[in-house]
């Protein structure tokens, strides 16, 4: 499988917990920046906010401005004081609806994989260029095929991507740029791609056959939002044997109705 892809978030969350690992400064004084705000009942001007993080005006004003156009800090132009933004609280309801899906999907999931002998897994829109792993599991009784909590990957990646492709309400020329980010194991061209998005389009799953993990192929089927949006999808990990018919009919059935049963059930 492609490692520095895959397991990308994983090994920097290794990393992070190591103690001689190297700290990010700017990044550390943006987040007690954060923190201080989130403790106050009151909004804090420049000076207040300064001394409270011990870091110098200049450079404290630098990382607020940052943070204003990130929408995580608001900024009153006649009081001069900031507070925290409307961007925290999208930050706060997209995490909650992912914990939220991982959490449904998790033990019909572990059904799937003991009950096809596969990995079966639950994968996320995390922002406009990537997907990541939900939720995952695999069976008890066999070997199965490795994968990565959190593995994030671009967005048009494998059976999922053409899902977020044929479904997500995603402009042509940003579908087109993420397609490009690929790097798939077996090269294919975007017009050949977009076929392929089209037949997922009329038969409501697609196919990954081993184009982007070398000797996997996989299914995913999309899951709606409450509101009608599709930010999720679900699907399973497999060689190509494993989906020859009837099997690979029984597995886009019972991942189907994982997917309607979930729907009903998530938070927007």
């Known amino acids: 499988m492609q490692k520095d892809e895959i397991e990308d978030l994983t090994d920097a969350n290794k990393e992070a917990s190591r103690s001689q690992v190297k700290r990010v400064p700017a990044v550390r004084r943006a987040t007690s920046i954060l923190w201080e705000l989130a403790d106050r009942s009151t909004p804090m001007n420049l000076s207040q906010i300064s001394r409270a993080v011990d870091v110098i005006p200049s450079t404290c ?19 001069k004081t900031y507070q925290l933004g409307s961007g925290i609280n999208d930050l706060a309801r997209k995490a909650v609806k992912l914990n939220n899906f991982a959490d449904l999907v998790r033990p019909r999931l572990q059904s799937i994989a003991d009950r096809f002998n596969m990995t079966a897994t639950a994968t996320s829109k995390i922002d406009a260029q990537h997907l990541a792993l ?15 909590l959190g593995g994030r990957v671009p967005l048009m990646s494998g059976a999922s991507g053409r899902i977020f492709a044929a479904f997500g309400g995603i402009p ?22 977009r076929v392929q998005v089209a037949q997922a389009v009329k038969n409501g799953y697609a196919e990954d056959c081993e ?9 995913a089927v999309p899951v709606y939002n409450s509101d009608g949006t599709m930010t999720h999808t679900l699907g399973v990990f497999a060689v190509d044997s494993q989906l020859e018919e009837p099997m690979r009919q029984e597995i886009l059935d019972a991942l189907w109705t994982l997917a309607k049963d979930v729907h009903l059930k998530l938070v927007c």
């Open 211 to 219: 184009g982007f993990v070398e000797g996997v192929s996989t299914l």
């Open 61 to 79: 004003l630098h990382i607020l401005r940052e943070l204003v156009t990130a929408r995580f800090v608001s900024y009153d132009p006649g009081s």
């Open 172 to 193: 042509e020329k940003q579908v087109r740029r993420n397609f490009e980010r690929v790097k798939w194991v077996r090269p294919i061209d975007y017009e050949t791609w």
């Open 134 to 148: 939900a939720a995952f599991a695999s069976p008890s009784s066999t070997i199965s095929i490795r994968v990565t």
